[in-house]
């Protein structure tokens, strides 16, 4: 939860001038999002407001934390482009000068599409489904996207994130947590496969990333780790947000299945990248388990952010690396 | 800004059902209130939805904090009674068994209408005759509201924040502050008027709980304080509210014209209520500056909830009570 910048309502309307999307209705600070402010705006859209049926929906974002603005361009081209194509994700609204992000008081602020839809918290299996082929029809559609960034969470991050923490550290956590790291990072550095297929990925698709309606994806959100990566590493990531229950303790084969199914019902995996699979599921584990102890050791107690706690994927890790659950990934 | 609650979407979809309101179509959490956790609604509404244009909204609010239960039944059936009247305040959607508050979790929770409006930070001689004008309005509509509740900020409250703070508390703030409280409190005490006329005031008219588009007030909001005291401390309040700029270092005599000529457009004050406002403007400024100091010392650094400073309106208290400004109210 976050709105980190207050901007009055003068200000606001004349931000919200800059782009073709008629005048200022309304403007709420909303509680989303870790390291940005987020605004739900409404304004008079293109067509006139009659001050009670909705007008045009917009989510303004200010970039406060984390974020390259190097990056923005990325981000925002690669809103479009999915759209274009047919993938339920916000358009980005260029402003009047067709700029993608502008400035307001040093930091950078760009306006998306509003789109409707909840973020579910305990999964169906057709809603498993639903984000599986979304996942796959967003690899699909990005195939021909211009722009590449690199993983900033990737092997070398989560090692930086392992000795930035230390064993002390980690063990403060959770002894089953210093114990995993330091068994399961030398053999992941060491395994990391580089041939296989790569794509645009969002290597962030969690429920809370995902607007649903019933069984229907109505957006895909919040692209702000997306990068150029093995595409199947997007699948385990998924794999690791969807398909667990009771916080990292009960692993959902129903679940699992049904995105897996759902992914391969546009885009069929090759053998090699289900034989990775499971290897880069406990990539994944190892990727939120450290940033979130990373940020539980750095994260005050108090502080706006709710920490999150690190041991949810050090058990998904600890599932994932036991052979006894290598049928997982068929 | 304040979510305190989590609601899931599958909770939240079960929680809106029973409204006559439709389907749940969205539910973001909004940064609006400090004792409330706030979520801007949207549904199918009664006619259909088709994925794209704006369905009903709706505010749905779950008191945490302060709200005495007992109090819920006045605060909502008098938003229906002013929005029968034609105030622009949001209406109760009451639930399929015509309840105004249900209960969730074992908090209260209500549901009521979205209004279309920003709330300003630089307030217009429009804006503020404009205001006025909607209070009187309110008043006169509340006429015959058959609802009371006691003022819970009113003289003995202030004395007791005041014990509370202490002079040491008062002083670590500012001994300005503290010198200001030991001279007004016995004065305001002693000529505290009882015999003006009695009205539902809301008591915390300030721009953040008036939404404006353009110089048209579209909704009075957040009537928690709303009681019945004095019609023209609410006036009182109003004009503290709204006529000093720069952190209440600066008074605005044309928005205090502008305030006062809007209101007297629809309800003239009488003698002895205009006689009584340079002593009630004095209260009202009391009356913020003793919560904010007390808020102030008793809110821990980092907390959630931004300290608000309470030498804004010991300022104003200052300038109510300097008898070079006793022409202010005519």
Known sequence: MAVYTHIGAEAMAALIAVYEVGDLVSAKGIAEGVSNSNWLIETTGARGFDGKAGGARFILTMYELRIEIGDLPYFLSLLDHLAAHDCPVPRTIHDRDGRLFRRHDGKAIALIEFLPGVSVSEPTVGQARAVGAALARMHLAAADFSGTRANAMGVPEWQRLAGACGQDGLRSIDPLLAALVAREMPVLADRWPDDLPRSVIHADLFPDNVLMLGERV??????????????????????????????GRRFRPDLSAALLAGYESLRPLSARERAALPLLARGAAMRFALSRAY??????????????DPMVFARQLAFYADPANASVFG
């Open 295 to 308: 940020d539980w050791l750095n994260t005050p107690p108090g502080a706006l952010v709710t920490r999150k």
């Open 218 to 247: 109505t957006g895909l959100i919040d692209f702000y780790f997306a990068c150029n990566d093995l595409t199947v590493y997007d699948v385990a990531v998924t794999h690791a947000a969807w398909c667990f229950a009771d916080e």
